[in-house]
């Protein structure tokens, strides 16, 4: 795990903690305190009520979490949940603002020992352009704040847009416009943190600060900006700044303060091992398990506040005693009383396969390659997401097994898919896989096909499409004629490689001005640890992305060792893991836009495989069926 919240729960711990498991409850928690706190503690800009807000948060998760009804959506659930309190937060302040006019109450004062642009500088150790972005943020409109907490996760690759869309309840566009303000905000901002820090400095600055009082605002920040956008010399103090982006993507989140997290009950597992830094303000560095702050909740003969009291009155400074030790009765009294049903159900992935329907053909009248499809598709289950895919090549039953998966999209490593229906609400993307396949009549069938064309597949290979970079290059204007959107020769490995096949395929796209739309990527895992295969695929994707900066597209992926010419797989159950919580991570990564497993039907030798037949699912598939 390369940062403090970017191991999240997936699916297969939400839903263990929905049916009872103290232990999974206990993780939840502990894994969603650091991106709750810094969505919070950015939003409130430090504020003393930091600690108040997360404390709210994290009882709404608790109490809340047997109603939700999509465990990959949790770190939806959770955003969305989080920007609920801050809004509640921000219009109890303007309340107490005007019933308290004209005195000068502490509920519009950020505290300085916890400014959030200073923890980060302080916590991550921030230099040169990236302190500069941090202090920046401090000039921003206090309306913007709340959105800037959430971007600057998406950008740190902790968040997606479309959570970001759905926390504040806006639309994409809409989104992409406050956006592109506030950044406009923060880079004018960060030119008058950069003339205010030059020496010898400007005269004429020196002269238009007179009478400011140092502390950053939206009114100075304009005021200012003017200044450096006219003055030659604090104007070339901005030449040389790097894209905002660039230089937020890949930081970690901010680390938790210690009190915050290191009794959490989960506090030796890597999921809260995470959190180091200064003793929260306010909170005694003596206090110790066991010891409310003053004013805290009862407790019951356990040691723990009673859940009731805890959800009806939510005293103020609840977060530290949460470290200190109440958490664990928290969870206790909430999984005994008042959340957990009666007769959890297992997770969809782990039940049996359903009864095929009767209407179905049995999969010994499957239609061979040779047989034109049928033109009345198959009736399919709901399609569960229009982002998953699968790799099909026919077997048979592989029209029912494609309907039964409940992928929104397929492909076939062709222009074609002969013996294959195409079931309602599904979508086929065609291929030109290699140069052989680059005519007439295939380029005639890709664009006939749909908006998408994936193009050669694996060309560093030499059993695949075994291409030079100048072949793939030579060839790309008659792809490019078609109109379709084009995808990136998908390579077997080494995306993101310096004078790799794909960054030098990149690199001449862009000297002969081809248009490349999206990166298509393969990965393969050769460590069967769940958490370290996911971990490995973010790492791989997000690399990518910084690299070219393009939607991607992982049409193959799957847990496979290739030793020796051989293949190596885990087991089912290891399969179904790795599956899970991949999907749930790729749903956080905005800028993956579909992805595909490999691949649709299951025999001894793709172990990987979702189907036996049109109606036996194998524990991977029933994980993939599950999958969004």
Known sequence: M???????????????????????????????????????????????????????????????????????????????????????????????????????????????????????????????????????????????????????????????????????????????????????????????????????????????????????????????????????????????????????????????????????????????????????????????????????????????????????????????????????????????????????????????PPPAPTAVASPSAAPSPSVRPSSKAPVAPAVSSTRKGVGVWNFAGASQALASSKAGWYYTWGTQHPGISTPRGVTFVPMIRSAENVTTAELARARAAGPYLLTFNEPDLPEQANMTVEQALDLWPQLMATGSKLGSPAVAWGGPEPQGWLDRFMTGAQARGHRVDFITLHWFGADFATSTAVDQLRQYLQAVYQRYRKPIWLTEFALIRFDGGGQQFPRQEQQAAFLTAATAMLGQLSYVQRYAWFGLPATDKDRSGLFRDGTEATVVGRAFQAAR
């Open 2 to 352: 390369s940062s403090a919240g970017r191991a999240l729960p997936d699916a297969g711990l939400v839903v263990a903690a929905r049916q009872g498991d103290q232990r999974a409850l206990d993780d939840v928690v502990a894994a969603s305190l650091p991106l709750v706190y810094n969505i919070v503690g950015r939003a409130l800009r430090g504020h003393v009520d930091v600690d108040d807000v997360v404390q709210e948060t994290l009882v709404r998760v608790i109490r809340y979490l047997p109603a939700l009804n999509d465990p990959a959506a949790y770190r939806s659930w959770l955003v969305a949940i989080t920007i609920r309190q801050v809004r509640d937060w921000e219009q109890r302040r303007r309340v107490a603002l005007n019933r308290d006019a004209g005195l000068d109450a502490i509920h519009n004062v950020p505290d300085p020992a916890s400014d959030f642009a200073g923890l980060t500088i302080l916590r991550l150790g921030l230099t040169d352009q990236r302190r500069e972005v941090a202090e920046a943020t401090r000039w921003l409109d206090p309306d913007d704040q709340e959105l800037l907490s959430l971007w600057w996760l998406e950008e740190t690759g902790e968040v997606g847009r479309t959570e970001v869309a759905d926390a504040l309840g806006l639309s994409l566009g809409h989104v992409a416009v406050r956006i592109h303000r506030m950044k406009e905000q923060i880079q004018s901002a960060r030119g008058v943190v950069r003339a205010l820090r030059a020496r010898p400095g400007c005269p004429e600055l020196r002269a238009v600060t007179a009478d400011w009082d140092g502390v950053p605002s939206p009114l100075w920040r304009k005021r200012l900006a003017r200044h450096v956008r006219e003055c030659a010399s604090c104007g070339r103090l901005g030449a040389n700044l790097l894209p905002i982006d660039r230089l937020l993507a890949g930081l970690p989140l901010l680390p938790l303060p210690a009190g915050l997290s290191a009794h959490l009950p989960s506090a030796a597992s890597p999921t809260a091992a995470q959190a180091v830094g200064q003793h929260p303000p306010g909170l005694p560095a003596e206090q110790t398990a066991g010891q409310a702050p003053t004013g805290g909740v009862p407790s019951d003969a356990g040691g723990g506040p009673n859940v009731v009291d805890l959800a009806a009155h939510r005293p103020r400074g609840l977060v530290p005693s949460l470290a200190a030790g109440v958490v664990a009765a928290v969870l206790a009294i909430t999984l005994a009383v008042v959340l957990l049903p009666k007769d959890p159900a297992a997770p969809s992935w782990a039940a049996p």
